[in-house]
């Protein structure tokens, strides 16, 4: 998939040689591109690398926590005890789906909390990328852990009556109720989920919210309103986003983004987000996901069949829901195939989602000051094969790249304004700045 959008970038190039010859560049890209990552400077860089780095081990040990906490219930008997139970107290099949489930869900949460107490609280501190105290990071905890038992284990439920019902084909009504499920989830999210840990309000009346909101308009999105986030809750990075589905469809920046960044860069990230929804990505995503969940669970559906013989670990049929362990655990080693699959298929929307906001918002420095800021927490420049298969984003180095060489070829052809290559002098990132400061201020005496 990547391979096929960087075959179309170089088929454009060479399609166009001719032109680029009669206009030579004002600036050389590759040199700009270094300018703009040499202001992170080496400590900034190898904080960025080495926390991003981290994040890989992160989540192979995630992984392989979940595989050991679940079959732990599997092979102690505890699953097939717990449905017994059930069985003889609520007796119908779909409460002891839910009570299962419920187990299951609330066992996991609770065995692996520290682990996610170091990862997503101590850890996120030490790279000072979490504003939250332990108090407000426990209470956000909580209501997702809380949704999340609620909705997850309906779902589940929901797939396991399926599985009584259909047996040998659940893997193809699964994967389209689960469809469904996503399609729901998605048009609810920013309605009723997101205000649960984040308050949203219009933004400002200001020349900048009107220039998105007539951007957003110019390219078809219905938007009378951009929203913005207090993503400063949890932390100080940047974001945007596109969420909902159909009428519920909102375009939202953080306000650490109108704090943090330039007008330039607010434009070319928003434009950004215009292109996700103007190039349908949602029912693209949607017709992939639904490819990968029709595989997975085939695959998930005749490896149960194939480990689970003759009632082992006191699981009846891939139908009882004391397999729920086993069926997680295989669930979790296919994801390790089809994860690096569907990273590469997000890294191709989100770069035409780049050209697309270039293109629109014609905020080439913009955006490579908004790539910059977000190295704070993403390495700047992988190996190819590092990013083909951690990254579901392209790199601040290909963004910044792509951003300079769409500048100089736009200024070759008298379509933009004449400019350097490069940042503007001085520029430095924010978090580059406080860091040197208080480096200075505990040196002074």
């Not at 904080?47 to 050991?68: H, P, R, T, V």
């Not at 205000?195 to 909101?213: C, G, T, Y």
């Not at 109108?258 to 434009?267: F, G, K, M, N, T």
């Amino acid at each position: 998939m990547r391979a096929l959008g960087f075959a179309a970038f170089a088929a454009t190039f060479a399609l166009a040689g001719s032109a680029w010859a009669a206009n030579p560049l004002p600036f050389d890209p590759e040199l700009a591109t270094h300018a703009w990552l040499a202001t992170m400077g080496d400590e900034a860089t190898a904080q960025s690398n080495a926390y991003f780095e981290g994040g890989y081990l992160i989540d192979f040990a995630n992984i392989a926590l979940s595989i050991l906490v679940a079959g732990v219930l599997l092979l102690l008997g505890w699953a097939r005890d717990v449905r017994a139970w059930l069985e003889k107290t609520v007796k119908w099949f779909p409460l002891v789906a839910l009570g299962m489930a419920l187990f299951v869900m609330l066992w996991s949460t609770v065995i692996t909390f520290p682990f996610n107490y170091y990862s997503e609280f101590v850890r996120e501190h030490q790279y000072g990328l979490l504003s939250q105290t332990f108090s407000e990071w426990f209470t956000d905890q909580l209501k997702g852990a809380g949704v999340g038992l609620a909705i997850g284990s309906v779902f589940i439920a929901i797939i396991y009556c399926i599985i009584r019902v259909a047996k040998n084909t659940w893997w193809i009504w699964g994967s389209a109720v689960s469809l469904v499920f996503a399609v729901i989830m998605s048009m609810l999210y920013p309605v009723f989920i997101a205000p649960m840990f984040n308050e949203s309000r219009p933004m400002e009346q200001s020349a900048l919210r009107d220039e998105i909101v007539a951007m957003a308009q110019a390219n078809g999105v219905p938007a009378e309103d951009v929203y913005v986030y207090d993503r400063s809750r949890q932390t100080s990075t940047i974001s945007a986003n596109v969420s909902g589905f159909g009428e519920t469809t909102r375009i939202s920046l953080a306000d650490t983004l109108l704090e943090r960044a330039s007008p330039e860069a607010v434009r070319a990230v928003m434009a950004h987000e215009i292109g996700h929804y103007v190039l349908r990505h949602n029912i693209s995503g949607l017709i992939f996901s639904s490819i990968i969940i029709v595989i997975t669970f085939a695959v998930a559906h005749f490896g149960f069949l194939a480990v689970a013989k003759g009632e082992r670990w006191g699981v009846r049929d891939i139908s009882d829901p004391a397999g729920l362990p086993l069926l997680l655990v295989l669930l979790s080693v296919i994801g390790l195939f089809t994860a690096p699959i569907q990273r590469n298929f997000i890294y191709f929307n989100e770069q035409q989602a780049d050209m697309f906001g270039l293109n629109v918002a014609r905020e080439p420095d913009g955006f490579a000051e908004a790539s910059v800021l977000l190295s704070e927490y993403r390495k700047m420049e992988p190996s190819a094969l590092e990013e083909w298969f951690f990254y579901d984003h392209p790199s601040g180095w290909n963004r910044v790249h792509n951003s300079m060489v769409w500048k100089a070829h736009e200024i070759a052809a008298g379509r933009l304004a004449p400019s350097p290559g490069g940042p503007p002098e001085g520029w430095v990132p924010d978090f580059v700045r406080e860091r040197e400061a208080a480096a200075a201020a505990t040196s002074t005496p």
